[in-house]
T-cell receptor
Framework: AQSVTQLGSHVSVSEGALVLLRCNYSSSVPPYLFWYVQYPNQGLQLLLKYTTGATLVKGINGFEAEFKKSETSFHLTKPSAHMSDAAEYFCAARGNQGGKLIFGQGTELSVKP | EAGVAQSPRYKIIEKRQSVAFWCNPISGHATLYWYQQILGQGPKLLIQFQNNGVVDDSQLPKDRFSAERLKGVDSTLKIQPAKLEDSAVYLC?????????????????FGPGTRLTVL
């Protein structure tokens, strides 16, 4: 069965520092992978997705993620954190025929001034 | 393009009462999903519709939860009777179910959610 694990339920960085949010998946077939962001009292907004092709995926707000099949990972990075990046981040996976997303438990990102 | 609409945004009820949530997907999106997000957890699928047919309801507690998508557009999720553990955010998402080279390329777009508190 497919599963997604996010390492670290809380990550705190200083403004301007590197953001690294970790995500590992478990699947017999490499899934399609997504990162969503959730601001307080709002729904989920897509940051980026990997389906096929280039393994380094660029998303909105300066975020990017790299699909590494050998490590079954899809970590999210941003070179320089901004106060507005403070939010909950979810990694998700699904099969290549569509259907439900399997979400990780989420990582809350705090940005200190 | 208008996004996924949900109402109400917040609802507080007592246990054993009933409640209903409404979702209007993005125009033209054939697939509609209802997810339950309990505090501190990622969303979990309750039910998936393709047009007005159910594709996956394996995680829906059918003794108390029901959902319908009449006419294949908007959808209603109902809980009757509610339990304390139903307190959660209920998210609706939709996708256009596009395929390329035999693979699904669609993206799920989420509404703002309905926060349910059961006292």
């Amino acid at each position: 069965a497919q599963s997604v694990t996010q390492l670290g339920s809380h990550v705190s960085v200083s403004e301007g520092a590197l953001v690294l949010l970790r995500c590992n998946y478990s699947s017999s077939v490499p899934p399609y992978l997504f990162w969503y962001v959730q601001y307080p009292n709002q729904g989920l907004q897509l940051l980026l997705k990997y389906t096929t092709g280039a393994t380094l995926v660029k998303g909105i707000n300066g975020f990017e993620a790299e699909f590494k099949k050998s490590e079954t990972s899809f970590h999210l990075t941003k070179p320089s954190a901004h106060m507005s990046d403070a939010a909950e981040y979810f990694c998700a996976a699904r099969g290549n025929q569509g259907g439900k997303l399997i979400f990780g438990q989420g990582t809350e990102l705090s940005v200190k001034p | 393009e208008a996004g996924v609409a949900q109402s109400p945004r917040y609802k507080i009820i007592e246990k054993r009462q009933s409640v209903a949530f409404w979702c209007n997907p993005i125009s033209g999106h054939a697939t509609l999903y209802w997810y339950q997000q309990i505090l501190g957890q990622g969303p979990k699928l309750l039910i998936q519709f393709q047009n007005n047919g159910v594709v996956d309801d394996s995680q829906l507690p059918k003794d108390r939860f029901s959902a319908e998508r009449l006419k294949g557009v908007d959808s209603t999720l109902k809980i009757q009777p509610a339990k304390l553990e139903d307190s959660a955010v209920y998210l609706c998402a939709s996708s256009d179910n596009t395929f390329s080279s035999g693979r699904s390329t669609d993206t799920q777009y989420f509404g703002p959610g309905t926060r349910l508190t059961v006292l």
